[in-house]
Nanobody
Framework: QVQLVESGGGLVQAGGSLRLSCAAS????????MGWFRQAPGREREFVAV????????YYADSVKGRFTISRDNDKNTVFLQMNSLNSDDTAVYYC??????????????????WGQGTQVTVSS
């Protein structure tokens, strides 16, 4: 069992930046694919970014490409999401997720086995 705890959300003005962190329990964190997803009120949960277990491969949603960066520190069992040039469309609850199948780098939320509780990001215009 893996427990994920997100932090770093908050209120920011349009054009600003935030850095989200997701701390994971357990000794097998380095073996998991890690993803970030978000969900705005009344909308489906959507893929944001994913990073493979080594950190060598990353994918992004088109809506955040060039603005967001996902990274991980396996020594600290933590995955990060650096978010720059934020706009009102980025307002959502952001979730990190872990996939035990490190052979897969998925953009689909149903692929993931463990989820954090989420952290709210609000961008004011």
């Amino acid at each position: 069992q893996v427990q994920l705890v997100e932090s770093g959300g908050g209120l920011v003005q349009a054009g600003g930046s935030l850095r989200l962190s997701c701390a994971a329990s357990g000794r097998t964190f380095s073996m998991y694919t890690m993803g970030w997803f978000r969900q705005a009120p009344g909308r489906e949960r959507e893929f944001v970014a994913v990073i493979n277990w080594t950190g060598a491969t990353t994918y992004y949603a088109d809506s955040v490409k060039g603005r967001f960066t996902i990274s991980r520190d396996n020594d600290k069992n933590t995955v990060f999401l650096q978010m720059n040039s934020l706009n009102s469309d980025d307002t959502a609850v952001y979730y990190c997720a872990a996939d035990r199948n490190r052979a897969v780098i998925s953009r689909s939320h149903w692929q993931y086995d463990y989820w954090g509780q989420g952290t709210q990001v609000t961008v004011s215009s």
